[in-house]
């Protein structure tokens, strides 16, 4: 049985990066290479018409970077792997890329088979990180707060101030379907079943006191 190639997008605001990882990808029969954009606004406008399986993603991009594009990517088209290339190796670049959605994250100097060997990972439904990253992310020091993404946050803000979900996609201007997906991931994050426990979640942790914190 011939199995379909894995359709990859590269989006990397350098054109030589992009090019060159390109070049690479097209010599593997089982890889076909959709598109290379340059910003995260480019792909988030065109992932529906390039359908990609996976998305080799630059953390760091003019307008919208790496962290908000894999979670607005995410929220248009949740089957979508995303790959995080970056050089930063830090350990709150890693855990911020895995929290908002990353399945998983390269350093820019890896050598280029490890590229493909990340794609085939996480299309095998696997978390991939490269040597140097796998080596600098830390445990999360504070229980439950890390799981959460910006987005996350702020939809739990708006639950924990007793609004319905079609309040919070009015005030957010999304969906009242993306608010129940939140939701629902929430509850499953945190283990919590009720917009009670939410509520009691958000006290204890600071959000209701606006705490501001970044994730």
């Known amino acids: 049985m011939t199995h379909s190639p894995t359709r ?35 792909i988030i406008d065109s992932v529906d018409a390039l359908a990609p399986d996976v998305v080799l993603l630059d953390l ?46 390269i350093l820019k100097d890896v050598p280029t088979e490890e590229i493909k060997t990340a794609i085939d990972k996480v299309m095998a439904g696997e978390r991939y990180l490269c040597t140097g990253a796998h ?16 987005r996350e946050q702020t939809i739990l803000l708006q639950l924990a101030q007793g609004k319905s979900n079609k309040e919070v996609a009015s005030a957010l201007d999304i969906s009242v379907r993306t608010v129940e997906t939140h939701r629902k991931n929430l509850r499953a994050k945190l283990g919590i079943s009720s917009t009670a426990g939410l509520t009691r979640y958000a006290l204890e942790h600071g959000v209701l006191q ?3 914190k970044e994730f």
């Open 135 to 150: 080596a600098s992310l830390k445990p999360a020091t504070r229980e439950g707060v890390e799981q959460l993404t910006n």
């Open 60 to 105: 760091n991009m003019p307008g919208i970077g790496g962290l908000t594009a894999t979670e607005l990517l995410l929220e248009r088209r949740p089957g979508t792997r995303v790959l995080i290339l970056s050089m930063h190796d830090g350990s709150s670049y890693i855990s911020s890329a895995l929290s908002h959605g990353a399945m998983g994250y």
């Open 8 to 42: 990859v997008a590269i989006v990397d605001d350098h054109p030589m990066v992009a090019e060159g990882i390109r070049a690479i990808l097209q010599t593997y029969d089982d890889i076909e290479v959709v598109g290379t954009l340059s910003c995260g606004q480019e």
């Open 210 to 212: 606006g705490t501001g």
